[in-house]
């Protein structure tokens, strides 16, 4: 075990070298240059952009550029945003990765606890009011896209009651542990919601098959309370697929941040990113995504540790 | 008894059923909900009473006659005036109910900086409430409002002379003078030399020779040619005085510009606004990523007389919040909350989401804005090009199926300024719609590069913007008898497409512009006339690399610059009348040479949203953008 969670470490900063790349790729195709964004205009005298350019090495070849940016990232230098006033991009991430770590963290555990207990008492009361119920909202949850949810809870209490759960006041949770969580819980409630919906319906499915196996059988015939039976036998037997469904639901909840965040005003990671895309502030937007790749990869890695801990057959 | 028989052991092993459960989740969500509640907005600024209020037009009205040298005179006569007045009123008025309050706006980024003389669209709400320029213009009244100068004097067609309001004195204490003013206007040619991401064209200030601190209150600009639109762009906010000392202890190097002598010269901004760069009403608290906040300077100089738009002892609201609200779905749901003053221009499709609201305010004015289409001129290098295809589109079935509050055909000059737009007639008698006649120009032109397919490029986000897109589309089709497409990407990436440097483009039509925002700064070149201009947006629309040695055109070369020289001409005649003439005569050459770029027919009517308790806001200082410093604004907080 040990072997195999050094060797995923080992493997974890070639993973993001190749990410990174074809993330520059990806940016580096995209038509325009910062320099239009920063110069700020389509009059702009030529010259001008390309002193722009000169400047921040953007008219050098893509391999330089992807060259340069990786040899100083390694170094922990993440460079300058090239939007005006250049910026160091560690500290513009810095100030915002909290905001959106705190909602993601929310988030998954919101979508945990209501998708498994929810999943729980729909397989134990299988075919019941309450199943058919849960049944329906997570068929909801899950094809609701969550954007729409978020524009709705935000516009319709304006329209009604003249009132909406935007982050018109924002304070961090330094400063108000309070009203910020009154502020994060919206956002955090709406994305749970869609993986809450994904984790419930995969619960009571695996619990459904495990249900009906042989050593539950055995285990009810030994005289087991149906309570133990379903923890002990039935629940631990049926999370493997749920943990993994958490793990990559972290990619997707990550990804709901960037939305959530704009709709609810709240200045993450997501917003900074969206603004650097728009300006084509590629060391930004490189260094953000990388951020994001670094989180998935990780949580990537507990999930597999993880399973080695509720099935102790599973060896690597 | 077995010692783990406890409540919780008993509660654990206690059977839940349907009931309990449902009747334990409402209690939570009840809960829940009431903690939520207690947490959230405690904000009881508005609710009630003022009614819901959709005004006549009122301000534009008139629509601004606005020949901007001749009348500085008048202006400064009338602003004379108004102060009279507005003393005469002060001192029966007792206006102590008007002060405090804070005004909340949004905007949709972070600025990315804040030296007025460097180009940053959501920097300018800071920047005139920071800073201090000459004077406010307001068009509608064809007003200048007196702010940093007390007096100003065109002496000959090129000599101005300034003077600036005695006693001023920078957030730090240091004064605000001749040598401060005359660097902050020499600066900006710097800064345009050395950085370039300064203000859209730099002929705002390219005909001023040198700026001469004549004494310790005098500034004497010499030009080098007159210029009729001088006066109204010393209002805009990077006109604002900079303390020099600020620039030179804290200011970033942004660069370096080559004087004539051949010598290197650093040029240094204040992209952070350090302490004591300004010396406007209010100082910056706060800038971070949820926003901005500037807040009430004491020592702020007093306005005495104060002209329409200023207070004697200053602005009457405390503080100025600007929230950072990217999303329009969000921005609207924060106005109707009641949490933002002023939501801007409000789209006339989503009008009925205001009704019923008592705490919102919707203003009716005449449209001012534009909506454009731009011809790729390595195509439609032919003038029949051109032709047909303005002649393919159905202007009449546009109004109908996308201005729901009327239309109005607009020339290369909005109607916002009479004195020099074409009428309804004269714009007319080229922008028709004839199918027959569109197909034989098209057959009888000359294309080097054949055109069998029209894509209409365009940005996305806006869905009106597609609607248009999709009008352009089908209009081109029915019209041509052509196959025609529309592709819309990113703002981001339709710039750079727009702007790309190619013989012929990767797109036929390049629309852009709603056509339903309001309002004017009262320049000719700012109410439409840039997007003909080979100097602006004319280049871009129309493919700027035909004008220069990279993909040269000799028609399009031969026309732009005919183009430049008119325009120059105009620029500099000084007489209302003239100019006038000179402006009609650009307006029929590019209508009959159909150059470049058209105007699809916009909006009869704007409306701008803002809250009930806003008091003496001015919506056209706010609607020409360059204008939002009134200082006689108040919050009322019962409303």
């Keep these: 075990m040990t072997g195999y969670i050094i060797r995923r470490l080992i493997a974890v900063p070639f993973m993001l070298i190749g990410i990174s790349f074809i993330l520059f790729m990806l940016i580096y195709i995209r038509p325009g240059s910062a320099a239009f964004i920063s110069i700020g205009s389509a009059m702009s005298d030529p010259a001008n952009i390309e002193r722009f350019e000169e400047r921040f090495g953007l008219n050098d070849p893509w391999y330089e550029q992807y060259g340069k940016w990786l040899g100083n990232a390694l170094t922990g230098d993440f460079g300058v945003t090239l939007r005006t006033p250049h910026q160091p991009v560690a500290d513009r991430l810095a100030d915002h990765i909290g905001n959106t770590l705190q909602i993601g963290f929310i988030t998954i555990i919101m979508a945990a606890i209501f998708g498994i207990s929810v999943g729980v008492l729909s397989a134990v009361r299988r075919n019941s009011i309450l199943d058919y119920i849960f049944r329906g909202v997570t068929i909801a949850g899950i094809s609701v896209p969550n954007f729409w949810v978020a524009i709705l809870v935000v516009s319709l209490p304006a329209r009604w009651w003249n009132w909406t759960p935007l982050a018109t006041d924002w304070v961090s949770f330094t400063d108000d542990p309070f009203r910020n969580l009154s502020i994060i819980i919206w956002p955090a409630m709406i994305l749970a919601l869609a993986s809450a919906a994904g984790t419930a319906r995969l619960v009571r499915t695996s619990m459904l098959e495990v249900f009906y196996s042989d050593y539950v059988r055995t285990a009810r015939s030994k005289g087991l309370r149906e309570g133990r039976v379903i923890w002990s036998h039935v629940f631990r037997n049926s999370l493997i697929p749920v943990v993994t469904l958490i793990g990559l639901q972290t990619g997707a909840v990550l990804g709901g941040v960037v939305i959530a965040e704009l709709i609810f005003g709240i200045p993450g990671l997501g917003t900074l990113t969206l603004g650097a895309v728009i300006a084509q502030d590629y060391p930004l937007v490189l260094s953000s995504l990388m951020l994001f790749a670094f989180v998935f990869v990780v949580v990537t890695l507990i999930v597999d540790v993880l399973y080695t801990v509720i099935d102790p057959r599973i060896r690597y | 008894m077995r010692d783990n028989e406890n409540y919780w052991n008993r509660l654990r092993r206690r059977p839940v059923s349907r009931r309990s459960f449902l009747v334990g989740s409402g209690v939570t969500a009840a809960g829940a909900a009431a903690i939520l509640a207690g947490c959230g907005d405690d904000d009881d600024d508005d609710d009630s009473a003022a009614p819901a209020a959709t005004q006549a037009p009122a301000a534009t009205q008139a629509a601004a006659a606005t020949e901007a040298a001749a009348a500085t005179e008048a202006a400064a006569a009338a602003a004379t005036e108004a102060a009279a007045a507005t003393e005469a009123a002060a001192a029966v008025e007792d206006d102590s109910h008007k002060r405090g309050g804070t005004l909340r706006l949004w905007k949709t980024t972070e600025d990315a900086g804040m030296d007025p003389g460097i180009f940053h669209v959501n920097n300018t709400e800071v920047i005139y409430t920071t800073m201090t320029q000459p004077y406010t213009y307001q068009p509608s009244k064809n007003l200048f ?196 003053d002023v939501y801007d221009d409000v789209d006339p499709l989503e009008l009925a989401d205001f009704e019923g609201q008592d705490h919102v305010q919707i203003l009716e004015f005449p449209a001012g804005g534009y909506a454009h289409v731009g011809m790729d001129g390595g195509k439609f290098h032919d003038k029949r090009s051109r032709q047909a295809l303005q002649k393919a589109f159905d202007y009449e079935g546009f109004i109908q199926a996308l201005r729901p509050f009327g239309g109005t055909y607009q020339g290369p000059i909005s109607r916002l300024l009479p004195q020099y737009a074409l009428s309804q007639e004269e714009i007319t008698s080229y922008y028709y719609h004839d199918p027959q006649e569109a197909r034989q120009l098209w ?197």
């Design chain 2, 145 to 340: 409002s007196r702010d940093g100068m007390v007096a100003w004097e065109q002496v000959d067609p090129t000599t101005w002379v300034w003077s600036i309001r005695p006693e001023m004195k920078f957030h730090n204490g240091d004064p605000v003078n001749s040598e401060a003013v005359a660097f902050s206007f020499s600066r900006l040619d710097d800064l345009y030399e050395a950085h370039g991401a300064t203000h859209t064209t730099n002929t705002g200030w390219l005909y001023v020779d040198n700026y001469e601190a004549t004494d310790e209150l005098t500034v004497t600009e010499h030009w080098k040619t007159p210029n009729a639109d001088a006066p109204i762009y010393r209002a805009r906010h990077y006109y604002s005085f900079v303390n020099p000392r600020i620039v030179d202890e804290h200011g970033e190097s942004v660069g370096t510009r080559t004087l004539p002598d051949g010598t290197e010269k650093e040029v240094f901004a204040i992209q952070d606004l350090p302490h004591g760069s300004g010396s406007g009403p209010y100082t910056l608290a706060r800038r971070d990523a949820t926003g901005t906040r500037v807040e009430r300077w004491a020592d702020y100089h007093q306005h005495d007389p104060a002209d329409d738009g200023f207070v004697k002892d200053g602005p009457y609201i405390d503080a100025w919040e600007t929230r950072i609200i990217p999303e329009a779905a969000s921005r609207k749901a924060a106005f109707l909350a009641g949490d933002l």
């Design chain 2, 443 to 639: 057959e009888a032109a000359d294309f080097e590069y054949p055109v069998d397919h029209i894509t209409v490029f365009m940005g996305a986000g806006n869905p009106l913007q597609l609607q248009i897109g999709e009008f352009m589309a089908q209009s081109m089709a029915e019209g041509l008898g052509i196959e025609t497409d529309i592709e819309a990407v990113d703002v981001t990436t339709w710039a750079a497409r727009a702007l790309e440097r190619a013989q012929v483009k990767d797109w036929e039509l390049l629309a852009y512009g709603l056509g339903t925002s309001g309002g004017t700064t009262g320049l000719p070149n700012d109410s439409n006339l840039i997007h003909y201009d080979p100097r602006g947006y004319g280049n871009s629309a129309f493919n700027h690399s035909l004008y220069e040695d990279l993909f040269p055109r000799a028609e399009i070369i031969e026309d732009g610059t005919s183009l430049i020289s008119m325009l120059e001409a105009q620029e500099q005649e000084v007489d209302v009348e003239a100019r006038a003439e000179l402006l009609r005569d650009i307006q029929h050459w590019i209508l009959d040479r159909h150059w470049c770029n058209w105007s699809l027919p916009p909006s009869t009517v704007s409306f701008y949203g803002f809250s009930s308790r806003l008091q003496d806001f001015e919506p056209d200082e706010w609607l020409n953008f360059y204008g939002r410093r009134r200082e006689s604004m108040w919050l009322k907080e019962d409303a």
